[in-house]
Structure formats: structure tokens, C-alpha cells
């Protein structure tokens, strides 16, 4: 049995109180028919009750539930075993503003085992529905849903091999969205040698109804262990995707080798090609380059670990774009059916402008002409009573849409390194990732298609034993230069264990965080001590104090102060949890903010 109560309060220009109270009850009843190997069975019944208040409601808000639950396991011990589970919960709301509302859910679930030693298999069954519905004011339309949700799913599987089918039906029986899924997965695991390894996988779904959708994808990894120092590794995935907007089909290969030839120095090389299409656009990527590693240790007890490869990336695209283009004073004379097209399709009708000949008078819409959009050309049509008369010429300017093959193919270098130093509690690692461009056909396109890319990320942390405590801090700036958008991030992280004094143990720690990007900054610094306070074999205090400081593009954002303080207890067969919080907001806008919650258990 349990009872929840919860208190919460915002202090502000407009002030507001929440209470939240909820109680529930469970009821076990388990028990087994001749021995519990035959038939074991287990009844729940679970009552509960809450209600809710807050300002500017004429009455509480109550809820009442009742949920029962039942499973049972017939000849667990055996060859052939059926396992069988059913639940249900159903509620009424009312109150606040005289609404009300009722729902209802209901599961059920059988699975069949089949024992044997060769391929163990299941079928499962499983079946949920559930309703809800809920009238927001005395007269208001009823909203809500109904659904149901049924699954069927056969199962076998090995040490080596795992196979699986499985059939979902949503009904939705409000409405027209349904769907249908069929989904099934085949792996399988071949081992042989000094830990050499096949593994295929492929797997298959398709949904229809509503969001139509296919996906196929097939993968064999293969890793061979040529000796304890030299190992290789080949990589072959195949991947095709239908939707309505199109299909798209991705394949990839790769092969890599590496050998630990001294104790401290290791070498390798990779070599990849992927592909990928989609609709009328395509992607092709070759590349391959060395790599190496060393590992080895320095006086004063120093670690140094470094890694890192380059190499060659071959890139073509091939896609249709959507070029923005702009036509200036496109000239047209108006004849007597007083209508003219503009020459460019896709043309942006809010973007149109018409002057006269000389560019002196421009014309208004609606006054002097109307336009009219018909399958992607616009049309110009001089209204009665306009300024331009049978015979002008005019000036049009507008802005469209180009459509236009690109190819932009290149040639880029891309490497990655990563260097690290130990020694005792202190560490440093610097890692970097580049893509640059080298001999791109295309010029400043290609860059924009192909992508550039300069990732670097430097942290320094430690962890010292000192006179106050166990101190730990982390220093880390990561930045990004790329085609598309560059930032740069500072973090510092500081805290310290301070000695226990008695049964009390306190942290103090500070953060400190900074962000560019683009022309966008933010900053944010907090500061918190927190403690755990052991009150004996029965209660415990947790406790913490924190303040905030968030600033964005140098303005400040928000300036809080706050602080949580929780006991847990439990005596004999009751448990409590007792939380209470008050946190200050003086920024953008003062505001207070206050909770107590309560949560009693007592069990039976």
C-alpha cells in the first residue's frame, strides 16, 4: 500500500499553488495447481486514487483507477510449456472546469516454448487495445482515440544461429491509419581457427496502410586471425530503402589489415568503396590509406600512446538541384487579350515586380494586374481600369527555381590522429579529424557538395589526493571548421570529495561552459555543494545547493539559486521518501519556485 503527495509553488507576478495526492493499493494472490511445475499462477488487483488542485480550477481534479493483472505457466518443466498473462486498468476524471473523461487498456499475451537442444523455438501472441476519451468543457465535442495493436512473432535460435518472423496489425478504429508490418531477421555466426569469424545477417520488413514502407539490408562480416600478431578484416553491407518519396539503395565495402610488428609500433592499411543512390541522385566515395600506432612509456613514468592514418578519398555526386535564379526587367508587350506569361517556370509569384518601359512607374497587383499560377508558369493578367493600356511594353523582375544537373566530383585528403600522455592521475589527449580538398572539379560547388572538415578535440583532466580531498577536474575545447558551419566549445569542470566529517559527506564543484558558432555565442557557469548525511541503519539525507549563470550572446539569460533536499527512511515495513525544493529565478523575470513531495509505502 503506498501514498503519494506532492506540493509544488511558483512565487511571481502571478503566483500559483499545485497539490497532487495519490494513494494505491495492491493485492497479490499467487498460489500453484498440483506443483508449481504443473500449473503456477499469479493475481494482482491494484485500486488507486488522485486529485489534483490548482489555481484558477473551481473544483479538484480526481481520477479513480482499478487494475487487475493475471499470469499463469502451464508445465514450465517441460518439453512444451505455455506461458499465459492478461492485465487491465480502466479510470474515470472529473472536475476543474467540468470536464470529464474515462479510459480503458487491456493486454494479453501467450507464449509457447518448445524445449530441444538442437533448435530451441517460441511463438508468442500478443494483443493490446486501449480507449480514451475526454470532454474538456460541459458541451464540448468528445475527443480521443481508439487502438489496437496485435503481434505474432515466431522465434528460433542456436549458439550459432538466430532466426525470427514477426506479424504486427494497428487498428485504429477512429479512424483510417492503419498499418500492417511483416518483419523477419536471419544471422548466423561461423568461428574457426585463432578467433577467426564469419558473421551474416539479413533482414526484411515492409509495411503498408498508412506511410507505406520497405527496407532489405544484408551484411557479411568477415575477420580472419592470421597469426596473434596479424589479423585482417572484410566488410560487405547492402542496404535498399522504399518510401514515397522514392527508393534509395546503399552498398559498401571495405577491407583493412593490421599487424603488431614490435612490442610498441603497429602498422595497417584500409582500402573502402560505398555507393549510394537515391532517385536521381548518386554518390560514390573510393578511398584507402595507411596507418600506424605506437604505444611505449617515458622517464618520470610517463605513458604516450599515439595513432593515426591518412589517405585518399575519391568523391563524385551527381544530383539535380533547385538553383535559386533571378530574372531582372524581363521585357513583354501587352496585347489585346491583355495576358502574358513569364518566361522562366517555377517562378516565385510573391516575388514579382512590373514597371514600365523606362522603369519609372511601377505597377501594384491588384490594381494594375492580377497573377495567376497554372503548373508552374505564372500568368500576368492586366485588370480592367489599369494603368497599362494595349500596346506597352513592360518590365518584369522576378525570382525562380532552376533545375540543373551537378557533378562536382574530387579528389580530397582525410586523415585522423590522436595522442595521448598518462601519468598518474593526470592525462592529456588530443585527437583530430580532417577532410580537406584537394584538385575538386568544380570549384566553389564542389566544396559546398563534396564538404570540407577540420575537427579537433583537447582535454586535460586529472585526479589528485590533497589535503582537502579528492580533487578532480576536466579542461576540454573542442572546435569544428567545415563547408557548412564551424564552432568552437570550452568546458572546465571542477569538484572535490571533501573528508567525512563524522557521518556527513560533502562535494563542492563548479562548471564553466562557453559555445561559437557562427556569429552565436553562450555561456553558462554553475556552482553547486551538495552532501549525504547517513542517519543509521534506517534513514539517509541527500542534499544539494546550486547556482546558475546562463548568458547568451553576451546578455543575460538566467540567474538562479536553488536547492533539494531528500530523506529516505524506512521503519519496519514501511518505506518513506520525503523531497522538498526551493529554487530563485531573478532572471529575465523574478520567480520562485517551491515543491514538497511525499511518498509512503507499506508493505504487507
Do not use: C
Request: aromatic residues 10%; hydrophobic residues 35%; positive net charge.
Amino acid at each position: 500500500m503506498s501514498f503519494f503527495g506532492r506540493w509544488s509553488g511558483r512565487g511571481s507576478d502571478a503566483s500559483s499553488l499545485n497539490r497532487t495526492y495519490r494513494q494505491w493499493l495492491k493485492i497479490p494472490l499467487r498460489g500453484s495447481l498440483i506443483s508449481p511445475g504443473v500449473l503456477a499462477y499469479n493475481v494482482t488487483l491494484s485500486p488507486s486514487l488522485s486529485q489534483n488542485t490548482s489555481p484558477g480550477l473551481p473544483e479538484a481534479l480526481k481520477s479513480r483507477t482499478l487494475g487487475w493483472s493475471f499470469d499463469a505457466r502451464l508445465l514450465s518443466r517441460h518439453p512444451v510449456s505455455l506461458s499465459l498473462s492478461a492485465g487491465s486498468t480502466s479510470g474515470v476524471t472529473a472536475g476543474g472546469m467540468g470536464s470529464e473523461g474515462d479510459f480503458s487498456t487491456m493486454n494479453f499475451a501467450g507464449i509457447l516454448n518448445f524445449r530441444n537442444r538442437f533448435i530451441p523455438a517460441s511463438i508468442a501472441y500478443t494483443s493490446r487495445s486501449g480507449q480514451n476519451t475526454w470532454i474538456s468543457t460541459p458541451g464540448a465535442t468528445p475527443i480521443g482515440w481508439s487502438t489496437r495493436n496485435r503481434t505474432l512473432r515466431f522465434n528460433a535460435n542456436t549458439a550459432t544461429l538466430n532466426f525470427w518472423v514477426r506479424r504486427i496489425l494497428f487498428d485504429n478504429l477512429l479512424s483510417a491509419d492503419d498499418f500492417a508490418t511483416w518483419d523477419a531477421s536471419l544471422s548466423h555466426e561461423l568461428t574457426w581457427g585463432l578467433g577467426s569469424r564469419l558473421r551474416s545477417a539479413y533482414s526484411h520488413f515492409d509495411r503498408t496502410g498508412t506511410a507505406p514502407y520497405g527496407r532489405r539490408v544484408w551484411t557479411e562480416q568477415l575477420a580472419i586471425r592470421h597469426s596473434q600478431r596479424t589479423f585482417s578484416a572484410l566488410n560487405f553491407r547492402h542496404h535498399t530503402t522504399t518510401t514515397t518519396a522514392g527508393s534509395s539503395v546503399n552498398r559498401s565495402l571495405s577491407f583493412n589489415i593490421n599487424s603488431q610488428i614490435t612490442r610498441w609500433f603497429s602498422a595497417g592499411a584500409r582500402a573502402a568503396t560505398r555507393s549510394t543512390r537515391f532517385n536521381g541522385s548518386s554518390d560514390k566515395v573510393h578511398s584507402g590509406g595507411p596507418s600506424a600506432g605506437m604505444r611505449f612509456r617515458l622517464p618520470l613514468d610517463l605513458r604516450v600512446s599515439a595513432n593515426g592514418s591518412v589517405g585518399i578519398e575519391r568523391r563524385a555526386r551527381s544530383r539535380t538541384l533547385q538553383v535559386p535564379g533571378e530574372a531582372l526587367e524581363e521585357r513583354h508587350a501587352v496585347d489585346e487579350t491583355r495576358t502574358f506569361l513569364l518566361d522562366q517556370p517555377d517562378a516565385d509569384a510573391s516575388t514579382v515586380s512590373i514597371t514600365n518601359a523606362d522603369a519609372t512607374v511601377e505597377y501594384l497587383i491588384g490594381l494594375d494586374y492580377r497573377l495567376n499560377e497554372l503548373d508552374g508558369l505564372v500568368e500576368v493578367v492586366v485588370t480592367p481600369g489599369s494603368r497599362i493600356q494595349v500596346g506597352d511594353a513592360v518590365l518584369v523582375s522576378y525570382q525562380y527555381s532552376l533545375s540543373r544537373s551537378a557533378s562536382p566530383s574530387g579528389t580530397l585528403l582525410v586523415g585522423n590522429y590522436t595522442l595521448s600522455v598518462t601519468r598518474g592521475g593526470l592525462g592529456f589527449r588530443h585527437a583530430r579529424f580532417f577532410r580537406g580538398n584537394r584538385d575538386l572539379d568544380g570549384g566553389e560547388l564542389a566544396t559546398q557538395l563534396l564538404g570540407t572538415l577540420d575537427e579537433t578535440r583537447t582535454n586535460l583532466q586529472g585526479s589528485f589526493a590533497t589535503p582537502l580531498g579528492l580533487w578532480r577536474f576536466d579542461l576540454l575545447r573542442r572546435s569544428r571548421r567545415s563547408s557548412s558551419f564551424d564552432y568552437a566549445t570550452y568546458e572546465a569542470r571542477t569538484d572535490v570529495a571533501l573528508p567525512p566529517l563524522s557521518r556527513i559527506q560533502l562535494y563542492v564543484g563548479a562548471a564553466a561552459r562557453h559555445t561559437e558558432q557562427d556569429e552565436q555565442s553562450l555561456s553558462a557557469r554553475s556552482a553547486h555543494l551538495s552532501f549525504t548525511w547517513n542517519l543509521g541503519r534506517m534513514a539517509r539525507m541527500y542534499g544539494k545547493i546550486e547556482a546558475l549563470f546562463l548568458d547568451i550572446n553576451s546578455g543575460a539569460t538566467d540567474r538562479s539559486i536553488g536547492g533539494d533536499l531528500s530523506i529516505d527512511m524506512r521503519i519496519a515495513s514501511i518505506d518513506a521518501v520525503v523531497q522538498v525544493g526551493h529554487y530563485r529565478q531573478a532572471i529575465p523575470v523574478l520567480t520562485t519556485r517551491s515543491r514538497l513531495s511525499m511518498r509512503i509505502v507499506r508493505r504487507f
